[in-house]
Nanobody, 127 residues
């Protein structure tokens, strides 16, 4: 069993940056497909970026170049560096650990045989 808790959300003006963190507890979490998802008001949850057990990443096309995922296995933490933020990035951001062989932003959530989610952290970007 895994437990995840996000931190680092907040309000920022367009063009600014935020760094989200996700503290993970539980054994062997790095063997999961882990990553970040977001849900904006009135929209379905969507994948932002995922990383598999060997470090291969998959980013949503629209976010490539602005968002960067990193993991610190020793500190049991995932990070999401978000730069050049836009009002459209306003959403609740979730970190997740998914047990799946399809570690992509499109397929990971739907294909997961087991999944763990944090409670989410709000990111608000004002124009």
């Amino acid at each position: 069993h895994l437990a995840l808790v996000e931190s680092g959300g907040g309000s920022v003006q367009a063009g600014g940056s935020l760094r989200l963190s996700c503290a993970v507890s539980g054994s062997a979490w790095s063997t999961y497909c882990t990553g970040w998802f977001r849900q904006a008001p009135g929209h379905e949850r969507e994948g932002v970026v995922v990383i598999d057990s060997v470090g291969t990443t998959d980013y949503a096309d629209s976010l490539k170049g602005r968002f960067t995922i990193s993991t610190d296995i020793a500190k049991d933490t995932l990070h999401l560096q978000m730069n050049t933020l836009k009002p459209d990035d306003t959403a609740v951001y979730y970190c997740a650990a998914l047990w799946t062989t399809q570690c992509t932003v499109i397929a990971a959530e739907a294909s997961a045989l087991d999944n763990y989610w944090g409670p989410g952290t709000q990111v608000t970007v004002s124009s």
